[in-house]
């Protein structure tokens, strides 16, 4: 697919691992044809984004939502009336860790994570803030034969423990989500909770392979401690973070990013000391990730059912 082939938006790639930038619609007014183009925009190219648009809460939730059901981030609070928007608040004043300044995949420490997640900027810096995506489809397929098979076997034990339990040093402002000013959270659920998923995964629309290690959320491997788990772990983010798996975001007021969080990581940057950023965000749900090690998953919180052959 190139960008010749679309007929109701233009279409610029942004680097030559993933992402392209989306030009010529309005996301507040858009046909079902041009959106029909978009997500196959979306699922070639894992991020993409739109900029100069003009929209509401209920604007950025309707076309969002037309990818998926909405959900939400169990931990962070969402804007008053509008249960599916969370807002993401860094003050000019703020130091230490910015929100999402790691590398990572969105809430992968619930059963069923986002399937995509829409980050709409209401006020940004003059410059920086940008968000950087990595190919998890890329970092899979650039894996020798041999760690391809034994991550294939693999399956991740997952928690919010690392970013939101104080007894594992969350409330350490130098690192902390939750002593960021600005940020509103939810902290009625148990951050220690874990979540089993498998290391690599088979994407549920294009069918191809990703290798799934998402950041500070991965604390182990299943049957295995902490200690045993990070060389492999700590390997994998660094394979990750290649530089040529990479894309980069840049956003003015009006810009809406969306990513395939089953598709990519990102990493969002604290490069704008003194400036204030506002960002609202949205998520998509979906099925939980099947792969290899785990090809049948179960949601014991609905009645939802997740399989991928296994050859």
């Not at 680097?15 to 996301?27: Q, Y």
């Not at 928690?159 to 002593?179: F, H, T, V």
């Not at 089993?196 to 088979?202: A, I, N, Q, Y």
């Not at 894309?247 to 990581?265: E, F, S």
């Amino acid at each position: 697919m190139t960008a010749m082939t679309y007929r109701h938006l233009q279409l610029r790639r942004v680097a030559g691992a993933l992402g392209a930038e989306i030009t010529g619609v309005d996301l507040g007014a858009l046909s079902d044809a041009a959106f029909v183009e978009i997500q196959r925009a979306f699922c070639e190219y894992s991020a993409v984004y739109f900029p100069d648009q003009r929209l509401t809460p209920e604007q950025q939730c309707a076309f969002t939502g037309r990818f998926g059901p909405l959900t939400h981030h169990p931990l962070i609070a969402t804007l008053p009336g509008h249960p599916h928007v969370a807002g993401l608040v860094r003050e000019a004043d703020s130091t230490g860790m910015n929100f999402g300044g790691s590398w990572h995949a969105d809430s992968t420490f619930m059963e069923s994570p986002p399937f995509a997640t829409s980050l709409y900027a209401i006020e940004v810096p003059p410059q920086g803030g940008d968000t950087l995506f990595a190919s998890l489809y890329l970092a899979y397929e650039t894996l020798s034969a041999g760690m391809r098979e034994l991550c294939d076997r693999l399956v991740v034990v997952h928690s919010a423990a690392a970013a939101y339990d104080p007894d594992r040093g969350a409330n350490d402002p130098k690192k902390s989500l939750i002593m960021q000013k600005g940020m509103q959270y939810n902290l009625t659920e148990d951050p220690k909770k874990e979540m089993e998923h498998p290391l690599v995964c088979v994407h549920p629309v294009s069918g191809r392979k990703v290798l799934w290690e998402t950041g500070v959320y991965c604390l182990r491997f299943r049957d295995m401690t902490e200690e045993e788990s990070a060389p492999l772990l700590n390997y994998l983010r660094r394979h990750i973070a290649n530089p040529n798996f990479t894309c980069r975001m840049g956003y003015r007021p009006g810009t809406l990013g969306m990513w395939d969080n089953r598709a990519v990581q990102h990493f969002a940057m604290n490069d704008y000391a003194g400036y204030r950023r506002v960002m609202h965000r949205v998520q998509v749900g979906g099925p939980p990730p099947v792969g290899p090690a785990m090809p049948v998953r179960t949601v014991t919180t609905a009645s939802q059912t997740a399989t991928v052959p296994v050859h």
